[in-house]
């Protein structure tokens, strides 16, 4: 498919430029992220939980300097995104349509040994469930699919099922997923304790989500 270089509308183009240029704060957002993972990584492994390695609080200040560059850079393309939106509804959506595909082929790139999400234009279209699934029902293998309005970028979360209950509340219970998309490396295994009687869309308060059946990994 051609690259859309600009549409003629200057508001809907003023939009392209500016969501094109998200693409630098956020790979320094992520370059940042990667950099600061690796070193509470190896904090934790040489001096324990509360580890205060002089490498890992340089990545976390370098971090917090990306991530408020990054959030800085989102707002002016937020209002640009309104703008183009109120402009022309019909040169906006394919605007719109190629930002999704810049994200797409960013993260392609960046997954290359692992498969990129199935992104929003793959699945948004289909009937979202309407089910109030609980994590208790949540069975291994489940895909939880999150899609940012920001980026249009969608991450997955593959279910790996409930665990131990919460040391410090009996009424949690440790929930094991892998995640695949932007904030951690793709398939690195999380985990997060929730009640196992709430909705997962609780959670992550979040419109933009469907549960599918994947079966087991």
């Known amino acids: 498919m051609d690259k859309l270089v600009a ?4 508001i809907v183009d003023a939009y392209l430029k500016v969501a094109r ?35 890992r609080q340089r990545a976390e200040r370098a971090y917090d300097e990306a991530n408020r560059q990054a959030c800085a850079a989102r ?29 797409e082929s960013f993260y392609a790139r960046k997954y290359s040994t692992d498969p990129a999400p199935r992104w929003s234009a ?18 291994p293998g489940a895909e939880i699919h999150l899609t940012y309005e920001t980026t249009g970028q969608t991450i997955v979360w593959r ?10 509340n009996s009424d949690l219970r440790i ?3 892998t995640e695949h998309g932007s904030w951690r490396d793709s398939g690195q ?24 059946s ?3 990994f």
């Open 122 to 139: 793959d699945w948004q279209a289909k009937a979202l469930s309407t089910v109030p699934t609980r994590w208790d029902e949540l069975e």
């Open 189 to 212: 295994v999380v985990e997060l304790a929730v009640p196992p009687g709430n909705r997962v869309a609780a959670h992550v308060k979040t419109p933009h989500m469907t549960i599918v």
């Open 75 to 103: 707002r002016p393309e937020d209002h640009a995104k309104e703008s183009a939106r109120d402009a022309d509804p019909h040169l906006y959506a394919l605007a719109a349509a190629e930002v999704e595909r810049m994200w």
């Open 21 to 55: 240029a998200m693409l630098v704060p956020q790979a320094m957002l992520e370059a940042a992220e990667t950099v600061l993972d690796r070193a509470q990584q190896a904090d934790a492994e040489k001096h324990g939980f509360h580890g205060t390695a002089e490498r």
């Open 214 to 216: 994947s079966g087991r």
């Open 7 to 10: 549409t003629g509308n200057p």
């Open 175 to 177: 929930a094991r997923y």
């Open 159 to 168: 279910f790996a099922g409930l665990g131990d209950v919460h040391p410090d």
